[in-house]
């Protein structure tokens, strides 16, 4: 997840981001904000996806729930404030959690734990209608279109051996030892995939089940795949993905 942090404590935004990244290091601090007027200014030019804010309520300009009066944010926000008295408004704003300082790591996990139990209880959220016309949107193609010398040409998902994001452009690296630059998301390739043969091991790669050779242990219980292709970087499976990627990579 993409993270922003809006804490004008110098040593407390330090702490908060240790936890963030010690739970997941697939998550990313987009920027610590310190004041009002600069979260307001990030929020306002930034061309990254904010999916998370962990927010102080009172700053050195004012209170952060000025933030939401003068952007329109739709991120979900967990507070952490040293008061009580701001919960009732906290939630009106977007709030999921309420961390009450001194803060420790284990209120941070709970928090992220919270988050995707919210978001687990929202995919069973719309009608059958609205779930049948989204799968219908989002089923798998058969084709990416890539760009060489002027010219367009497709590339079939089955020759896809992983897709990886490298310098903010997402490459196709195809199992004939290719690469080609797919001017898209990552996010809506992987959308764009069948998940039974492709699988996101961590922010910036997608593997193809065929492209797999070799799984081995690696630091920071994480595990480094061996593929048939080479990439330009290594093929890591995230400490938060381990268990579910061997159950896929198992289950078929």
């Known amino acids: ?10 040593r407390t935004a330090r702490l908060l981001k ?10 990313t601090v987009l920027d610590i904000c310190d004041s009002v007027e600069s979260t307001v200014n990030f929020l306002r030019n ?16 004012g209170s952060s729930f000025d933030i939401f009066r003068q952007t329109t944010l739709t991120a979900p926000v967990i507070f952490c404030t040293a008061f009580e008295d701001h919960l009732l408004e906290a939630f009106k704003s977007n709030g999921i959690d309420y961390i009450l300082k001194p803060f420790h790591e284990k209120d941070i996990e709970q928090a992220f734990h919270k988050l995707d139990q919210i978001r687990r209880s929202l995919l069973l959220a719309p009608s059958l209608p609205a779930r049948i016309e989204q799968a219908l ?20 998902v089955r020759d896809i ?6 310098n903010e452009v997402v490459y196709l690296y195809t199992f ?12 809506d390739v992987e959308a764009a995939l069948d998940p039974q043969s492709f699988f996101r091991i961590n922010r910036q ?17 994480r595990m480094i795949v061996t ?24 289950k078929g």
């Open 227 to 250: 593929l048939k292709v080479t990439t330009s970087e290594r093929p890591l499976v995230s400490r938060l993905k381990v268990t579910p990627f061997l159950d896929w990579v198992e």
């Open 46 to 61: 930034t061309p990254q996806r904010v999916d998370l804010l962990f927010m102080d309520i009172q700053l050195a300009d």
């Open 176 to 187: 004939n030892k290719d690469k080609h630059a797919v001017f898209r998301p990552i996010d």
């Open 205 to 221: 790669m997608i593997l193809n089940r065929e492209a797999i050779l070799e799984i081995e242990p690696f630091f920071n219980r």
């Open 137 to 156: 949107a989002n089923r798998p193609r058969t084709s990416f279109l890539v760009k060489f010398r002027e010219k367009m040409y497709p590339v079939a």
């Open 1 to 10: 997840m993409n993270i922003l942090i809006v804490e004008d404590e110098p």
């Open 18 to 27: 240790e936890f963030i990244l010690s739970y997941d290091q697939d998550n």
């Open 161 to 166: 051996a992983a897709v990886a994001l490298e």
